[in-house]
Structures are given as C-alpha cells and as structure tokens.
C-alpha cells in the first residue's frame, strides 16, 4: 500500500514537471488607466509621468526576476526529490527480495529455527561453527531490517518535502503572474501616453530626458563625488566591463539576460557570470547581498543601484560613467553615473 503510495506521488511529480517546462502563459496587457494627453498637461508633467510608469515598471520586473530565479530552483529541487523518490522505492523493492530469499531459506530447512537444526547435527565442530553462523545471520536479518526501516522513512521525508516544494513554486508562478501583468500595464500606459503626442513633442520629451540627466550628472560631478575616484578594475573587473561594453546597442527586454537582450540586472548578472563570479539575478538581490563599498573607493565593474527600493542598477565602468539597460524602448547605453538617484554601490569580486 506504502509502495502503491509513493508511486503514485512520484508519478504526480513528473507530470507536473512537465508541466513547468512549459513558458509561463502569456497574460494579455491589461486596459492601462486613462490618463490626460499632452493637450491636459503640460509635456513636462507628461514626461514625469512617463518617468513613474516606467519606474514602477521597474520594480515589478525585479519581483518577477526575483519569482521567477526561485521558480527555477524550487523546479530543479522538485526533480531531485522526484529522482529520490523513485531510487528509495527501488531499494526498498531490492530489500524486499532480499527479506524474500531469507524466508525461503528457511521454508527449504523445513522451517525449523536454526539453533534445533544444530542440535539434532550431533557434530560438535559444525555445532560451534553453526553458532557463528547463526549470529551473522541474525545481524544481517536485524541490519535488513534497519535499512528496509530508514529507507521507508527517507521515502516518506523526500514525499513531504516534495510536496512542500510544490507549494512553494506554484506561489511564486503566481507571483510571476501578477507582477508580469503588471509590467504590461505600466509599459503599455506609458506607451499610450507616447502615442497621444505629436511627432516634434516626442522628439522634445527624448531632448528633455536627456537634459534632465545631463542636469543630474553635472549636478553629481560639481558635488565632488569624483575627486577620489581613480582605482584601476580587478582582473575579473575588466572581464565584467568588457562583456558590457560588448552589450551596448542592444535593446532592453523586461525579464532578459542576453545574448540578444537584457533588463538592467540581467545586464550586470550577465556580466559578472561571463567574469567568472556568478552574483544574484536582480538588483534588489544585488543591493542585499554583494559587499556594500563607498563611492569614493569605486572602481571600475563595480555596481550602482539606484533608487530607494534599488530596482534599477549599472555597471560602473571609469571616469564618471555607466553601462546599463534604461529601460523598455531603449538600448543598453552608456550614461552618466550620477544622471539617476543612486543609492549605493556594491563590489561583486569584493
């Protein structure tokens, strides 16, 4: 009954694994919220809330990154449980047998103990060696039976943590859900918002874009903030900075990492991989979990997350400058290091 059990959880397992192979289902982008056309505001108040829109865009990409990395490892934990489990039932059947042939050794000696046949022998010497036989024996039988024991009860821990998994990733593909449909709505508000300006505003919104960061970035340099700026790159470093460099012309995709194109972090992760330094998926994860420097000490391969809720992040390359994936619309580029809100920096190879 046990077995019938166990077989059948290992049977759900692997269709369900099936099942995860497949993409993620594509969620329609819902209506986005009405919103008042240039005609209503002003185009400076339009760029600001393009600006928001694509910032929240942001934060929801790092949320499905995030969901989506645990995904990836709660599906691979599910495979290895899956495997456990059907490696144990074998044992156990393979113990089984072994149990099996012991009862049928003593149905052919006439079912009699093994300290009766020794007795009725009548010769000392196979007495005394009987003897020795005897307790090998019944070690061996108690030594299968502990193992037929720890075996059952190993299937019964990898069943439950299977189970615990399972509920663990279809949490986090709700996750993805949510914040992918999100993502869609926000990109296609500040599309729609796009849309409704004439050709000549639009090319004043990129104008004004790019002025508010150059504002920034003089802002940032006029502060100081480069005068103990001047350290050469780590080894790895200049591994990292070169394989961005290579990256720059190529488009922004929310949830990529290459090779055609990249969201911010997929950008930097990228990287440091290609360097040799795998670091986490996401710039929140980055922010949390990479060694924290000062600006002052950056060198070049170094990271800066931007924003209070660090849901932005570039590659720090030399003399005040940035590669990075903007954001949807935009290629990966480079940019003023201060042209954004930093919020700090983080050292991969620290």
């Known amino acids: 009954m046990y077995r019938r059990h166990c077989a059948a959880a290992a049977m759900t397992l692997v269709c369900a694994l099936a099942v995860l192979a497949s993409p993620v289902q594509a969620f329609a982008a819902p209506t986005p919220p009405e919103s008042a056309d240039g005609g209503g505001k002003s185009l400076e108040q339009v760029r600001a809330e393009i600006d928001e829109l694509y910032l929240e865009a942001g934060a929801a990409t790092d949320a499905y990154n995030l969901a989506e990395e645990k995904a990836k490892k709660q599906s691979g934990e599910l495979v290895e449980l899956a495997q456990s489990i059907v490696e144990g039932q074998a044992k156990i059947a393979a113990l ?27 010769d000392p010497q196979l007495f005394l060696d009987g003897i020795s036989r005897t307790r090998q024996g019944q070690q061996a039988t108690k030594g299968l039976l502990e193992e037929l024991t720890r075996t059952q009860q190993d299937l019964e821990t990898y069943t439950k943590d299977a189970s615990t998994n399972w509920t663990k990733l279809e949490a986090n593909r709700v996750k993805q859900a949510k914040a992918k449909k999100k993502i869609n709505a926000q990109i296609a508000a500040a599309k729609k918002l796009e849309s409704r300006l004439e050709k000549e505003e639009r090319a004043r919104l990129l104008e004004m874009e790019r002025e508010a960061a150059r504002q920034a970035q003089t802002a940032w340099l006029d502060s100081g903030a480069l005068k103990e700026i001047n350290r050469d790159a780590s080894p790895l470093g200049k591994k990292a900075v070169a394989f961005a460099t290579a990256q720059i012309g190529k488009p922004y995709v929310w949830g990529a990492e290459g090779p055609k194109s990249y969201d911010c972090s997929g950008l930097t992760s990228q990287a440091w991989a290609a360097a040799g330094r795998p670091i986490p998926r996401t710039s929140q994860e980055q922010w949390r979990l990479l060694p924290h420097i000062a600006i002052e000490d950056m060198r070049p391969g170094d990271l800066i997350i931007y924003h209070a809720d660090a849901t932005h992040v570039g590659m720090y390359v030399g003399n005040g400058q940035i590669i990075h994936a903007p954001r949807p619309g935009r290629d990966v580029t480079l940019a003023g290091a201060g042209s954004m809100q930093i919020l700090g920096v983080v050292r991969p190879d620290a």
């Open 96 to 122: 089984k047998n072994r149990a099996g042939a012991q009862a049928r050794e003593e149905y052919r000696n006439a079912g009699l103990p093994p300290g009766a046949r020794l007795m009725l022998s009548g």
